[in-house]
């Protein structure tokens, strides 16, 4: 048994293309982004998070495995649905944690909250709660980057709900006859608040709108970090080579509901529990060959991390009212 397990291990390991350490990163970010959310989750039913907040537990390898792809160079444009990137951009646990509980050590001064996260010295411009609002944007960020001849890309998330949206079709449409080095990374998380795909799109790939505006459009398992990473790294080449924009699809689930208020009535537990045997941490801990006592550790190492975001957001102090308004754009 332990034999033909080895076997595996090794076989998947030859066929990687990422290193080793490569791969244990990715695998805590992971980690982190999961118990990140899960406590942003306990902190909101205990009202200490305001607003509304939409969870994207399950999807944490599309978020690990594009950025992974992305220098530091690179621009990211976000969504509504976004902790995972911004995590995996690199951003700090503590920073993020005082912007859910609005405090003023918050990466936007407690302004943002949840859906609105930026930290633009760090390239990542931003979080949007309009869906397909960061669509155009990345035009434009794709557009300066073109004027100003740097080997940049800007890459927008955006969801499988958005890509119905006049804005995506526009904004790939002028990408596209302006070869800009824009990727487009749709995040097709099966469902659009309670809209299953399959009732709004009449195609079986969102990837293949990409032939209408004539650039690249690629399908990936979502739940692979290698697979997006692979997708994102040869999208990322040929933008920076004059190629232009691409297209890619993520093929991911939430195990969440929508936001806090869904009472997930659209979809059976049946069909939670078929995406959860995919779940993405576990089949990179199996690809890894790691035991589950190197699993539990490495998932408490995040744990740490997040108990010191939270204690970090807790003393921090709250905005002062005088100066509400500033840094607030609209
Ligand atoms: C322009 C606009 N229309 C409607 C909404 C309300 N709304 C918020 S999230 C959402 C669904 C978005 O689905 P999708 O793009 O698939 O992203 P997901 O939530 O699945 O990550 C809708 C309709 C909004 N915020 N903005």
Redesign the pocket.
Known sequence: MAKSKNAQTSQAAAKRKLSEKQLHDMLYTMMLIRRFEEKALDLYSLGKVHGTM?LSIGQEATAVGASGALTQQDYLLN???GHGHCLAWGSQADLMMAEFMGKETGYCRGRGGSMHIANVDANNLGAN????GGLPISVGVGLSIRARNTEQVVMVV?????SN?GAFHESINMASIWNLPVIFLC?N?Q???SMPVEKSINIDRISDRAAAYGIEGVTVDGNDPEAVYAAVSSARQRAVAGKGPTLIECNTYRYMG?SKSDRQAYRTRDEVKAWMDKDPIERLVANLGMSKEDKDALFKKAEAEIAKAVEFAEASPEPDVADIMEGVYA
Do not use: L
């Open positions: 939409h969504t509504h649905r709660g309009i869906v397909a955006f969801g499988d709900g958005a949206e995040e998380n469902y659009a608040m929508h």
